[in-house]
């Protein structure tokens, strides 16, 4: 099983971009999808996520209302679009999955069993 991060890159601060995570080696469907990232000098953190196949998206309050995170079953993918990016939104990001997350946990790096290898956002002021 492999989850492949892309679409990172250099930003200008109010610029946008999309993340892509493209899933391998068995079907994620029914799993939470989520995507999490990691500041300089600081953990990994929940951005935003989708739990199970419900279809109901949860997201940081930090990002809230300007990212949109998606999911495309047939092809075994998802997305994290980012609007209005800001220099504190400079980090590693990373695609997760798994089936067993429970909702109060979802925001836990502990609840996901695969992880993508991350792919670097910079915006810059």
């Known amino acids: 099983v492999q989850l492949q991060a892309s679409g990172g890159g250099l930003v200008q601060a109010g610029g946008s971009l999309r993340l892509s995570c493209a899933a391998s080696g068995r079907t994620f469907r029914s799993d939470t999808i989520s995507w999490f990232r990691q500041g300089p000098g600081k953990e990994r953190e929940f951005v935003a996520g989708i739990f199970r196949s419900y279809g109901r998206s949860y997201y940081a309050d930090s990002v809230k209302g300007r990212f949109t995170v998606s999911r495309d079953n047939a092809k075994n993918m998802w997305f994290l679009q980012m609007n209005s990016l800001t220099p504190e939104d400079t980090a590693v990001y990373y695609c997760?999955?798994?089936?067993?997350?429970?909702?109060?946990?979802?925001?836990?790096?502990?609840?996901?069993?695969?992880w993508g290898q991350g792919t670097l956002v910079t915006v810059s002021s």
């Open positions: 997760a999955a798994s089936g067993r997350v429970i909702l109060s946990a979802m925001r836990s790096r502990d609840s996901y069993d695969y």
